[in-house]
């Protein structure tokens, strides 16, 4: 069987060279999961044949949307806008969003250029409309670690086969009115909204967290990309399992009561 070509979107131009870049985590998860990954340049006017030669999509994270596409204001915390990425992932988010044969996987960013092709908006800086309980990013613009809990019957409950788990953060922003055809399946404490799904479409998912930094270490948010690889054609690699409802306990949950019948120590934390 080949494998599935899964395109992710690159970040805008940066750097002395104007050089379209990706971190590496992205690269390494989907290869991980038994896809090909084809880096998709910022760039606006090759959508149709892109998503011709793709099998699957990722919207990768990075800066932010420039506030213009979803009537918001500018704010002093806005960083590394690119009206050239805006419009090439706007346009690509739309179009992706119409196939119902194309997976699509949003991460962090990724998830907001979803929710704002749909005609959704965005809360311009957490800590102004949901306090500090919950820190999403560093005051040093590092990535932090918080639980996130999961709808049960949703298809990220199914996917990651846990209605909890730790994620690592790096945003200021989040999704504020749903665009059309989302629904909120996950949340922070603090009530940030931390993934959406759609009711239209058989595989769109969309995370604010970052599951390519722990892809590799750690099998629930290995699971995302699996999925996705899935859903485009390719075979399972092994930890895609999913999960329903009314099946029991999650995977993980039944893991870690194996894990403590075993020791008799209470297990591993």
């Known amino acids: 069987m080949r494998r599935p070509l899964i395109g992710i979107s690159s970040y805008g131009r940066a750097g002395k060279r104007r050089s379209f870049s990706l971190p590496g985590d992205y690269v390494d998860a989907v290869r991980r999961a ?20 793709i ?5 990768s994270g990075g800066g932010d949307v420039d506030p213009s596409h979803y009537g918001g204001t500018p704010h002093r915390s806005n960083y ?13 988010a739309g179009a992706a969003i119409t196939r119902p044969e194309l997976p699509l996987l949003c991460i962090c960013r990724g998830m907001q250029v979803l929710n704002i092709a749909l005609g959704g908006d965005l809360v311009a800086h957490i800590p102004d409309h949901y306090g500090n309980e919950v820190l999403h990013r560093h005051p040093e613009r590092r990535p932090v670690e918080h639980a996130v809990r999961v709808e049960p ?16 953060s790096w945003h200021h922003q989040a999704v504020g009115r749903l665009g059309r055809g989302l629904r909120a399946v996950a949340w922070a404490s603090d009530g940030v909204v931390e993934a959406v799904e759609s009711d239209h479409h ?12 722990g892809a590799l270490s750690d099998a629930r948010h290995l699971r995302l990309f699996e999925a996705l690889v899935e859903s485009a054609g390719g075979a ?29 120590t209470g297990g591993a934390r």
């Open 55 to 59: 099998h699957g999509l990722i919207l």
């Open 80 to 92: 590394g806008i690119s009206l050239e990425r805006d419009g090439f992932e706007l346009a690509l």
């Open 153 to 168: 019957t949703s298809q990220v409950a199914r996917i990651l086969g846990t209605t909890e788990l730790p994620v690592r």
């Open 202 to 213: 058989p595989f769109t998912v969309a995370v604010q967290w970052h599951p390519e930094v």
């Open 236 to 264: 399972r690699t092994g930890a895609a399992t999913t999960w329903e409802p009314d099946s029991g306990p999650p995977p993980a949950e039944r893991a870690r009561k194996t894990s403590r019948r075993t020791t008799g």
């Open 34 to 53: 038994g896809g090909v990954p084809l880096v998709l340049p910022a760039v606006e006017g090759e959508i149709p044949e892109a998503l011709e030669a």
